[in-house]
């Protein structure tokens, strides 16, 4: 009885939670028309998408967290708080996050496994974190393995937003030596639709983004290469950064907080990856628009691309050498002029011979050939 | 393997193996030249004239009376390509770092559209050099397979790079790393192709001022 109570209480469309949260109908075209923007859509959409997603019923959101260190629910659940966004969020029916429900053990595995069969191909199913293929035990819920628990759920999912590095491309988990044999969702899951919303962590405005399309649409918005959706992942930061004229004078900082870094110069030489990192951090921003981590005076670490961890030292420029050294060209060098003395040697030996073998002739010798 | 993957695969083990080399083929190839070494001249010298094998070193750079006019694409567009080619190696500020990676040595940077241009002006010149090579008989009869590789070589990182800065044809990960590819393939062939008068230029230039000099026609 109490449970049926609840459920009434509980809005059946967005549109309804929006007003019983006291959410001026301005307000939320507002919020639809920045969506609109943000995902590179025509303005005429923002209405579109007003109705479509007011119309909408609650999404069933099923939040799996296996290797991750839940950085991205922390960042999603706070650093815009509170705003629209996070009253869509709320909007959302989110079924199962084993950090955000109160209920724990089996009552939490229950509520998974009834939203399952309640909302049966229906589903949105969100994942953070890597899945350990070396051993089922290096990270469990509830005793299920994260192999077993993703393959159960993704069955019956309409879709699977993988959220943060991690859970796109193995993230830290995954970086060299690998030790558990991270792989990311879309290494296991072939038969489903997968959206990448990587960054680490990921920006929360671009999870509303994905969301907001999925409630208007009932599809997945345009993605790249990697699966990521154009609209945020569409450039790279480098190219969006206001720190980028100062790339083109020619003007550095030469280390973190000098003069020039506080005039705004740019970061390369500290070993921003801004140039090979496709985000919306530098337009989007982070914490309501407040700064990201190059306004912040750090440069860009390449955390929404695939195996960043491994690509290079984090704080040399990106045209330095991965691992090459001067002693490395040293010895190469020594082998040139090792290789160098044998062959000069073999040249000199070769002169030497065919001047030993040399014989005179004399004019009396020389015949004329008749022609 | 994505984009970033084959970049750091660029930057890393095929930037290291094109070095190795690269430094073991040069001075192979200065061991191999100067070991052949030349006959004592006991003659005794025609005119007395120091450091005429440094000045021809210079003088050779400028064209001998009337060959501009005679050759202006090959005088010119060598000029051009040259300079713009050092400016693009040597004054943009991420090559710059690459040097300050491997020596510790660096300098001033030039400002990106500086650099762009002078790259601009080197691919025009390097086309323009290969067409009159392919107009010109003299020319033609003398060029080999060597000549058309190393022209391909040097042409290629110019491309790629100025592909890359421009954002054009393939995404830019994908082009820095076909630009640092490209850059390996130079430095391999380098040591062993015409591209080696990057290094014995200045050595037969001393030596043809220096004979010529003893033998009373110094520069």
Redesign the interface.
């Given at each position: 009885m109490k449970k049926q109570q609840q459920t009434e209480a509980l809005p059946g469309t967005v549109g309804e939670g929006l007003k019983q949260r006291g959410v001026t109908r301005r307000e939320f075209l507002k919020f639809c028309t920045a969506m609109t923007a943000m995902l590179a859509l025509p303005p005429a959409m923002a209405s579109v998408m007003a109705e479509a997603i007011s119309k909408a019923r609650r999404q069933s959101v099923i939040w799996l967290s296996f290797q991750e260190c839940t950085g991205c629910t922390e960042a999603i659940t706070r650093s815009h708080s509170p705003t629209l966004e996070n009253l869509i969020f709320d909007l959302i029916s989110l079924d199962y996050h084993h950090t955000l429900q109160a209920a724990s053990g089996e009552a939490a595995e229950l509520a998974r496994t009834q939203a399952m069969k309640d909302n049966e191909g229906k589903y949105l199913l969100i994942v953070d974190g890597s899945i350990p293929m070396g051993n089922p035990g290096y990270s469990c819920i509830a005793g299920i393995s994260n192999y077993d628990m993703l393959v159960e759920t993704a069955k019956g999912a309409a879709a699977i937003v993988a959220v943060g590095t991690c859970a796109t491309?193995g993230g830290i988990p995954k970086a060299d030596p690998n030790p558990t044999g991270a792989v990311s969702v879309a290494d296991i899951i072939k038969d489903k639709p997968i959206i990448n919303v990587p960054g680490c962590p990921p920006i929360p405005v671009v999870m509303t983004g994905v969301l907001a399309h999925f409630l208007t649409f009932g599809g997945l918005p345009e993605m790249d290469d990697?699966g990521r959706p154009k609209s945020f992942y569409g450039d790279?930061i480098h190219?969006r950064c206001y720190r980028r004229p100062f790339?083109?004078?020619?003007k550095?900082a030469q280390s973190f907080d000098d003069e020039g870094a506080r005039q705004g110069w740019c970061l390369?030489?500290l070993g921003c990856k801004g140039?090979?990192t496709y985000n919306a951090c530098a337009t989007t921003k982070w914490n309501d628009g407040t700064s990201f981590p190059i306004q912040s005076g750090h440069g860009c670490i390449?955390c929404s691309?695939?195996?960043?961890w491994?690509?290079?030292p984090l704080y040399?420029?990106?045209?330095?050498?991965?691992?090459?050294?001067?002693s490395?060209?040293a010895k190469?060098?020594a082998?040139?002029?090792a290789?160098?003395?044998a062959?000069?040697w073999h040249?000199?030996s070769k002169k030497a011979a065919a001047k030993a073998a040399h014989e005179k002739v004399t004019v009396q010798e020389l015949k004329r050939e008749e022609k | 393997m994505s984009h970033l993957d084959l970049l750091t695969f660029a930057r890393g083990s095929a930037l290291n193996w094109a070095l190795i080399v690269f430094a073991a083929g040069i001075v192979l190839r200065l061991f191999e030249i100067l070991g052949l070494g030349r006959k004592a001249d006991l003659a005794r010298p025609r005119t007395d004239s120091p450091g005429s094998g440094w000045r021809t070193i210079f003088s050779r750079t400028l064209p001998p009376p009337g060959m501009l006019k005679r050759e202006p694409v090959t005088y010119f567009g060598g000029y051009v390509f040259h300079f713009g080619l050092f400016i693009a190696i040597f004054f943009f500020a991420p090559h710059i770092e690459f040097f300050r990676g491997m020596t510790g040595l660096h300098w001033s940077s030039l400002p990106s559209a500086l650099v762009d241009a002078s790259v601009v002006a080197a691919i025009v010149a390097l086309g323009a050099l290969l067409a009159h090579r392919l107009n010109n008989k003299v020319k033609r009869m003398l060029s080999g397979l060597g000549d058309y590789i190393a022209w391909t070589a040097t042409m290629l990182p110019l491309l790629t790079g100025y592909m890359a800065y421009h954002h054009l044809f393939v995404e830019y990960t994908l082009m820095l790393t076909l630009h640092l590819f490209s850059v390996e393939l130079l430095l391999v062939l380098l040591p062993f192709t015409k591209l080696f008068h990057t290094f014995s230029l200045f050595i037969s230039r001393w030596y043809n001022g220096d004979f010529f000099g003893r033998k009373g026609v110094a520069s």
């Open positions: 491309y990697l790279t190219d790339y083109d004078q020619g550095f390369f030489k140039p090979v390449g691309e695939p195996n960043f491994d690509a290079g040399q420029a990106l045209s330095m050498p991965v691992s090459a050294t001067p490395m060209l190469a060098a082998v040139g002029a290789a160098g003395v062959i000069t040249n000199r | -």
